[in-house]
């Protein structure tokens, strides 16, 4: 490949005034892209992990949880509808059962009255009427005594005693303890149930039922039906065995009619003036029943005319349903059934268990469904970082996506590191760093539109590299370019510079596009600075390994080109053209006749050495002429201090004593500041 620049870089030369008139319409384009854009309305954005996992978990929550609160609902009012239901038929079957020995009584004391109302009895006739209440007593079994009272508080009575029907005659005159129901008799029409009676003779309390007997108006005396509260309590304890029912029945909260425990049980309330002639409730083998005005706590579940109590004694629960039933005298009694909990509670724990397994199931559902959407947006989430990362070029550190049981999520794990592999390679011929200003720069000013820009460009050449391809291998060949190119892009784009294109051995870059950067020819001469060290570290390996070195020219210009992307419909650069970059092409190929012996020569105009400063030390080379240009050019050549005498020697002249470089400057800096004001001597 020949050397000369005119054979590696054909670029336009546009004419100034067209070039100017192109600049004036890049320039207003781009500031009518530049142009504000109305604010847009910031959205908010909310990671896919927390949409997925608090979709899925609420979805399966509000599901599962809607239909479990349904069947709790729906099992619960049937439960506690039949447990009412139950509750209100035990209760209601022990007041039947109440009734029915109690009831009995009431019509004994209607047949006996009815007969003598009738004058088929005469209330005279002793004899007659002991015989007819003897007879109506032995046919019922739940009827302790009978017995008739005349106006004048005389009669027959016959009762049970130790299985046997004992009648006889009684006088109450001149009693003292007579019931004020007997003497009330006259006055009454209805028959009425007296408060509990302790009758001294039985040695126990009774329940009497009087009903007035009456023909044509005139008063005749009284049926007096008397039942034992011994019985009332051998017919619960009857009923507990047959049915397994702990029934009872209170006279009010302090006082038992009737308990299965009382049976066998005798009591003395001769002498008893608080109350009636009744057991206390903690006088029963009853503890349970004992506590449960004073620690039971009401159950609310259970409505309807039942009420229901909840007592806890010695460690065991217990349940108490009481109602009360009236028509047994002034005070409504309280009927009342026992439950262990145990015997009570298992509809109400089937439902508890049906609960808690419902819950069971619904907090796995959405454990399931939390596990599923955190590993759907894992998956989600480790596609969004990889796709960060091509974003930021960054396609080396891009680890393949892992295949999904899903099957959309498995083709785009497919898909992506496909993509990714032809970028990879992609990326090898396209300027990453180039794409990635672009990039910021068309999120930031709005487009890539032509424009005119102050650049400083950058010319690289391998000297004699054409005679050094003669003799090597075409891998080896490519293997030194790849190797020598990746030397010199590193430079160029650690001072943020852009790698233009390759063209044979040599390379072309620049600074100050698409970015703009005032340093541009600051960033160039760093970077010229950078390659040459790297030659001279890179050429000391070479020797090492038995390698020739190499020897690179390096060319720099600063001034206006046109930058934007040029081509054809078809193809397209990002490039830039214009006389600047003919100029930096011609310095490098100058440099190859002033370059001698010298591993690295950097030249540059006096433009870019007047706009970089002191950045790096400069040696003024003087005005020289450049090919297929008029008039001279200044050069200045960048020379480490550590290389000054080398470059002086091989540049004085034959047999002069004059030194080639300026005394240093009086700052005592490395470089010596240019005398130039950034344009060419002519």
């Given at each position: 490949?020949?050397?000369?620049?005119?054979?590696?870089?054909?670029?336009?030369?546009?004419?100034?005034?067209?070039?100017?008139?192109?600049?004036?319409?890049?320039?207003?384009?781009?500031?009518?892209?530049?142009?504000?854009?109305?604010?847009?309305?910031?959205?908010?954005?909310?990671?896919?992990?927390?949409?997925?996992?608090?979709?899925?978990?609420?979805?399966?929550?509000?599901?599962?949880?809607?239909?479990?609160i349904?069947?709790?609902?729906?099992?619960?009012?049937?439960?506690?509808?039949?447990?009412?239901?139950?509750?209100?038929?035990?209760?209601?079957?022990?007041?039947?059962?109440?009734?029915?020995?109690?009831?009995?009584?009431?019509?004994?004391?209607?047949?006996?009255?009815?007969?003598?109302?009738?004058?088929?009895?005469?209330?005279?006739?002793?004899?007659?009427?002991?015989?007819?209440?003897?007879g109506?007593?032995?046919?019922?079994?739940?009827?302790?005594?009978?017995?008739?009272?005349?106006?004048?508080?005389?009669?027959?009575?016959?009762?049970?005693?130790?299985?046997?029907?004992?009648?006889?005659?009684?006088?109450?005159?001149?009693?003292?303890?007579?019931?004020?129901?007997?003497?009330?008799?006259?006055?009454?029409?209805?028959?009425?149930?007296?408060?509990?009676?302790?009758?001294?003779?039985?040695?126990?309390?009774?329940?009497?039922?009087?009903?007035?007997?009456?023909?044509?108006?005139?008063?005749?005396?009284?049926?007096?039906?008397?039942?034992?509260l011994?019985?009332?309590?051998?017919?619960?304890?009857?009923?507990?065995?047959?049915?397994?029912?702990?029934?009872?029945?209170?006279?009010?909260?302090?006082?038992?009619?009737?308990?299965?425990?009382?049976?066998?049980?005798?009591?003395?309330?001769?002498?008893?003036?608080?109350g009636?002639?009744?057991?206390?409730?903690?006088?029963?083998?009853?503890?349970?029943?004992?506590?449960?005005?004073?620690?039971?706590?009401?159950?609310?579940?259970?409505?309807?005319?039942?009420?229901?109590?909840?007592?806890?004694?010695?460690?065991?629960?217990?349940?108490?349903?009481?109602?009360?039933?009236?028509?047994?005298?002034?005070q409504?009694?309280?009927?009342?059934?026992?439950?262990?909990?145990?015997?009570?509670?298992?509809?109400?724990?089937r439902?508890?268990?049906?609960?808690?397994?419902?819950?069971?199931?619904?907090?796995?559902?959405?454990?399931?469904?939390?596990?599923?959407?955190?590993?759907?947006?894992?998956?989600?989430?480790?596609?969004?970082?990889?796709?960060?990362?091509v974003?930021?070029?960054?396609?080396?550190?891009?680890?393949?996506?892992?295949?999904?049981?899903l099957?959309?999520?498995?083709?785009?794990?497919?898909?992506?590191?496909?993509?990714?592999?032809?970028?990879?390679w992609?990326?090898?011929?396209?300027?990453k760093?180039?794409?990635?200003?672009?990039?910021?720069?068309?999120?930031?000013?709005?487009?890539?539109?032509?424009?005119?820009?102050?650049?400083?460009?950058?010319?690289?050449?391998?000297?004699?590299?054409?005679?050094?391809?003669?003799?090597?291998?075409a891998?080896?060949?490519?293997?030194?370019?790849?190797?020598?190119?990746?030397?010199?892009?590193?430079?160029i784009?650690?001072?943020g510079?852009?790698?233009?294109?390759?063209?044979?051995?040599?390379?072309?870059?620049?600074?100050g596009?698409?970015?703009?950067?005032?340093?541009?020819?600051?960033?160039?001469?760093?970077?010229?600075?950078?390659?040459?060290?790297?030659?001279?570290?890179?050429?000391?390996?070479?020797?090492?390994?038995?390698?020739?070195?190499?020897?690179?020219?390096?060319?720099l210009?600063?001034?206006?080109?046109?930058?934007?992307?040029?081509g054809?419909?078809?193809?397209?650069?990002?490039?830039?053209?214009?006389?600047?970059?003919?100029?930096?092409?011609?310095?490098?190929?100058?440099s190859?006749?002033?370059?001698?012996d010298?591993?690295?020569?950097?030249?540059?105009?006096?433009?870019?050495?007047?706009?970089g400063?002191?950045?790096?030390?400069?040696?003024?080379?003087?005005?020289r002429?450049?090919?297929?240009?008029?008039?001279?050019?200044?050069?200045?050549?960048?020379?480490?201090?550590?290389?000054?005498?080398?470059?002086?020697?091989?540049?004085?002249?034959?047999?002069?004593?004059?030194?080639?470089?300026?005394?240093?400057?009086?700052?005592?800096?490395e470089?010596?500041?240019?005398?130039?004001?950034?344009?060419?001597?002519?």
């Open positions: 490949m020949p050397d000369s620049p005119s054979a590696r870089v054909q670029l336009p030369l546009p004419a100034p005034a067209p070039a100017a008139k192109r600049a004036g319409q890049a320039g207003s384009k781009t500031r009518a892209t530049l142009a504000p854009e109305p604010a847009r309305r910031r959205r908010l954005r909310l990671p896919i992990a927390a949409v997925l996992v608090a979709g899925f978990g609420s979805l399966m929550l509000a599901a599962v949880a809607s239909v479990l349904l069947g709790l609902v729906s099992a619960s009012t049937n439960t506690f509808a039949l447990l009412n239901d139950k509750a209100d038929l035990a209760l209601a079957g022990v007041e039947v059962r109440v009734r029915h020995q109690l009831d009995p009584a009431r019509e004994m004391a209607r047949f006996v009255a009815g007969l003598v109302e009738r004058g088929d009895l005469r209330a005279i006739d002793g004899t007659a009427m002991t015989d007819t209440l003897r109506a007593l032995a046919g019922a079994p739940d009827v302790t005594g009978l017995a008739f009272i005349r106006p004048d508080l005389t009669g027959v009575r016959v009762a049970r005693l130790n299985g046997d029907l004992i009648a006889e005659p009684f006088d109450m005159q001149g009693g003292s303890d007579i019931p004020p129901e007997v003497l009330d008799g006259p006055n009454r029409s209805a028959a009425t149930w007296a408060d509990p009676r302790w009758l001294k003779e039985a040695q126990n309390s009774f329940l009497t039922l009087y009903q007035p007997v009456r023909r044509d108006g005139r008063y005749l005396g009284q049926v007096a039906v008397g039942v034992s011994g019985d009332l309590s051998r017919f619960l304890s009857v009923l507990y065995v047959e049915q397994g029912l702990n029934a009872f029945v209170l006279y009010d909260q302090t006082h038992v009619l009737a308990h299965p425990a009382l049976v066998g049980r005798s009591f003395d309330f001769s002498g008893k003036l608080d009636p002639p009744l057991p206390r409730i903690d006088q029963v083998d009853d503890p349970a029943l004992a506590a449960l005005w004073t620690s039971g706590v009401p159950v609310q579940s259970l409505k309807k005319r039942v009420e229901a109590r909840g007592v806890r004694v010695l460690g065991s629960d217990y349940m108490f349903l009481t109602r009360s039933m009236a028509g047994y005298g002034q409504d009694w309280i009927i009342g059934i026992g439950y262990r909990d145990g015997e009570m509670g298992v509809e109400i724990r439902l508890y268990i049906t609960g808690a397994v419902g819950l069971a199931i619904l907090l796995v559902s959405v454990g399931v469904a939390l596990l599923v959407g955190r590993r759907i947006s894992r998956q989600v989430a480790r596609l969004a970082e990889a796709a960060d990362r974003r930021a070029f960054e396609f080396r550190t891009i680890a393949d996506l892992p295949d999904s049981r099957r959309e999520m498995a083709r785009a794990a497919t898909a992506f590191n496909a993509m990714v592999a032809g970028l990879r992609f990326e090898t011929y396209v300027p760093a180039l794409v990635l200003r672009l990039m910021r720069q068309r999120e930031t000013e709005g487009g890539l539109d032509s424009v005119q820009r102050e650049v400083t460009v950058m010319f690289t050449d391998i000297r004699g590299f054409s005679r050094m391809a003669e003799h090597m291998a891998a080896d060949t490519a293997a030194l370019l790849n190797e020598h190119f990746t030397l010199l892009a590193a430079c784009e650690a001072e510079g852009t790698v233009d294109k390759f063209i044979g051995d040599s390379l072309m870059a620049f600074w596009a698409p970015e703009a950067q005032e340093d541009h020819a600051v960033r160039a001469l760093r970077a010229a600075l950078a390659i040459h060290h790297a030659i001279r570290a890179d050429n000391r390996r070479r020797v090492a390994a038995g390698r020739a070195p190499i020897h690179v020219r390096v060319g210009h600063s001034g206006p080109v046109v930058v934007g992307n040029i054809s419909d078809s193809r397209i650069n990002y490039t830039i053209v214009g006389d600047t970059v003919n100029v930096a092409a011609r310095i490098e190929e100058l190859g006749g002033l370059q001698g010298a591993e690295v020569i950097v030249l540059t105009s006096g433009v870019t050495a007047a706009k400063k002191d950045a790096v030390p400069l040696v003024r080379q003087g005005g002429s450049l090919r297929g240009r008029t008039g001279m050019t200044e050069l200045w050549r960048l020379v480490p201090e550590d290389e000054r005498k080398d470059v002086a020697k091989a540049a004085a002249p034959t047999g002069g004593t004059a030194p080639p470089f300026p005394a240093p400057s009086p700052g005592g800096g470089g010596i500041k240019p005398v130039l004001a950034g344009k060419d001597t002519p």
